[in-house]
């Protein structure tokens, strides 16, 4: 960022930064606006015409602390600061995206880094500062921010440097800038409900052995993740509002104060682990995600195996057991199960056998592939209509 553009900037911006709250019914229209916009399409090359761009140039003002649009004067920044930001938006090349995951449900977790994630708690104050609270505030004044509530709960933490769209406006509103000369009945089948980052760091959390430490038997899973939300540097992309923190599990609780009075509050719903837990997990660090990286490159993960354990750990009851049925298949199944092409002759085996067979070669237990066996014949009576299932 030059002196100079800054400079041009600032005078450029004078003007509009000049105007209070509430400033213009439209300031879209407004001389002072106009007169920027016409500013940014000279000299900027990301500024480009449309309704794209003027979402985002909004956006990205609000964002910058336009003091016409703040109704609390704390949220407005000073016309240097708010050039600056203006300018890094326009000549940024890549941006920061941070995918903040409550861990719900989770017992105690030792902090652990690994590849871009990180699992740890923090501080009210460190949550204001990780979800950008400053700038949630431009956008939704009206709501309050329960950093308190919030630091309650342990976090994965995901971050990733994407290289940005050339025109603000598509960064802005990507759909609009979308060919339409394309199949818009097309889909991805294995596109998840979480980025591809944070799918990979949570497939990575799944490897640990959870049923094993997991104290109650109704359940296997560590934590669970209700939701995800999304924080970027990006001031042309307009930020989503927090969930709230009733989202998350919470249990009545209460304790006696140094005066014998009882004293009645709320806390998070830990699911307790095994101690064991606690030095395995310390030890899930770049060196282990390397493993982890490894073993991703070999022909293994070739088919959707990640995909469905992320899918089946984020589903519950007969979707989470079809979804770890897949993946047992993606991982173990081969294409010539399906075919007689490559097959023995004399192998006349189901593909379910065979599938069985190798589960029972690889945990060394025999039971365990029939136990393969039968919840393949429990997913087809699942699956049937009801004229099958009643032998119809």
Known sequence: MSDDKLARTEAALDSLWSIGWPGPSNLSQSPAYMAFRQFCADNFSAADKGIGFSFGLSDALRGAGLPCLMPEPCLASTLEEGARAIVAAFEATT??????????????????????????RYSPEEITALFDAVRLARYFSGRAFEASHLA?????????IVPVARRAGQRALPWLYESWNRDFGAFDPHAG???????????????????????????WAGFTIPWVHLVTDDLFLRPKPVPSPGTLTWEDAAFQDHDGELIEYQRPVAVPLDDVAQPILAACDQSWWGLIETAAATPLFETPVKH???RAASSDGMDQVMGHKTAIEAALGLQSDFSNKGRPKHDQISATGRLAKRVAILLGDA??????????????????????????
């Open 95 to 120: 941006v920061r995206r941070t995918y903040l995951c409550p861990l719900d449900l989770a017992d105690t977790l030792p902090p652990m880094a690994f590849g871009n994630a990180t699992v740890r």
């Open 152 to 160: 309650q709960f342990q976090w994965l933490t995901v971050e990733e």
């Open 193 to 219: 409900a979480h980025p591809r980052v944070v799918a990979d760091a949570v497939f990575a959390l799944l490897l640990a052995p959870w049923e094993d430490w997991h104290t109650l038997e109704t359940d």
């Open 308 to 310: 469905f354990m992320v």
């Open 367 to 392: 039971q365990a592939g029939q136990g393969c066996c039968q919840s393949n014949a429990n997913r087809s009576l699942h699956d049937a209509g009801p004229s099958l299932r009643a032998g119809g």
